[in-house]
Structures are given as structure tokens and as C-alpha cells.
């Protein structure tokens, strides 16, 4: 596996082979970069895939949103009506327990 080097001024982490002579992100020198330990390198590694299905389900969740609101524009019938507002909270639940976890990943070093 290819080291993982983390910049020191604003946490952009990158493959040691992709880093040129700045951060791609904040434009801090490649001195300000550190290389990440095996075991920090490997939580990123294997939480990659999680953190991106988070992400997923999140886009999921505001396509949800945007169809309800749609729904209930239409105000066809009660029922639906209800159904419609019931999906838009558990959308907006959803959304935000994903939005906690990335961010127990984040803090955990795991992005």
C-alpha cells in the first residue's frame, strides 16, 4: 500500500505519488505534509467505501424530499398527503443520522 501523507494546515490527505509541490487544497507547501501511520492510513482505507454509501443514501434522501414536496403540492387526497409529509421526515431523519456518522468518521480519523 502507498503511504498516505496529511497536511498539516488543513487535513487534505493524499497518495504520496499524487502530491505535487503544494496542498491541492489549501496551497500549503509539500514540507507541511506528514505520513500517516499504517494503522491512520488503514482506518481511511477501509471507511472509504461506508463513508461513501453515507453519502449516497444522503442524495437518496433529498431525492425523497424533493418528491414528496412534489407529492404534496399535488394534493391529490388525504392519504397520500400524509404519506407524502411521513416520507419527508423519515427522509430528513435518515439524512441526518448519515450526517452524524460521517461525522463520528471524521472525528475518528476514518474519512
Partial sequence: MEKLLKC???GFVTE???LGD???KCGAAREKFDVLSDEAADKI???D???DIHMDIINLCMAIEELADEGEE???DPPCVDIFKKAQDMAWQLKQMCKA???GHVGKGKW
Fill in 8 to 10: 498539516s494546515v488543513c
Fill in 16 to 18: 504520496e505519488s499524487k
Fill in 22 to 24: 503544494k496542498c491541492p
Fill in 45 to 47: 482505507i477501509n471507511s
Fill in 49 to 51: 467505501r461506508t463513508n
Fill in 74 to 76: 399535488l394534493d391529490l
Fill in 101 to 103: 456518522e460521517i461525522a
